[in-house]
């Protein structure tokens, strides 16, 4: 069965600070993606970035950075010199990938950013 | 349209009532997913619709639940005797058909809170 774990309920830090949200997961497929979105107090959760199992490479976009490592089974998300607009409820996902049918994605319970002034 | 439009947005039912969600993906989009937001359970995925196939209804909580989708387009999800239980955020998404490119995730919609009283 598949599981995502995001440990980190709540986290709260100073505007300008980096800071680090957790992802772990658990699969028996050798292929799947993994997915971070953002859940602003808007509530659409938006989509921030797929990455593909056969991918490690980590990834840099603007002042967030994604590092993978299959090793440890993580999928880890990082904001550098955070703003009060990075405040919303961050959740890691996990699909295997299937050629057709239903794409489903496993979500972790999320982690609540709060970022103050 | 240019993003998943639900609704309504807010919606307070009596318990024992029968309540409709409603879900306008984006257009062109031909697979269509609903999921659960709750406190106590995360995202759950619910059901999915993808063209003319037979929806996948693995998610479905209980006999209470049911959703349609109407030419390919719009999706309507009832819940019958609705119970306490059933007071969560429901989310609608939509994604073109995972081709060669792999699977890039969907875009939700901003949600329906339902709240049974």
């Known amino acids: 069965a598949q599981k995502v774990t995001q440990a980190q309920t709540e986290i709260s830090v100073v505007e300008k600070e980096d800071v680090t949200l957790d992802c772990v997961y658990e699969t028996r497929d050798t292929t799947y993606y993994l997915f971070w979105y953002k859940q602003p107090p808007s509530g659409e959760l938006v989509f921030l970035i797929r990455r593909n199992s056969f991918d490690e490479q980590n990834e840099i976009s603007g002042r967030y950075s994604w590092n993978f490592q299959k090793s440890t089974s993580s999928f880890n998300f990082t904001i550098t010199a955070s703003q009060v607009v990075d405040s919303a409820v961050y959740f890691c996902?996990?699909?295997?990938?299937?050629?057709?049918?239903?794409?489903?994605?496993?979500f972790g319970q999320g982690t609540r950013l709060t970022i103050n002034p | 349209g240019a993003g998943v439009s639900q609704s309504p947005s807010n919606k307070v039912t009596e318990k024992g009532k029968d309540v409709e969600l409603r879900c306008d993906p984006i257009s062109g989009h031909t697979a269509l997913y609903w999921y659960r937001q709750s406190l106590g359970q995360g995202l759950e995925f619910l059901i999915y619709f993808q063209g003319n196939s037979a929806p996948d209804k693995s998610g479905l909580p209980s006999d209470r639940f049911s959703a349609e989708r109407t030419g390919g387009s719009v999706s309507t999800l009832t819940i019958q005797r609705t119970q306490q239980e059933d007071s969560a955020v429901y989310l609608c998404?939509?994604?073109?058909?995972?081709?060669?490119?792999?699977?890039?995730?969907?875009?939700f919609g901003s949600g329906t809170r339902l709240t049974v009283v």
């Open positions: 996902a996990l699909s295997e990938a299937r050629i057709q049918g239903a794409q489903k994605l496993v």
């Open positions: 998404a939509s994604s073109p058909e995972g081709g060669t490119g792999g699977f890039y995730g969907y875009t």
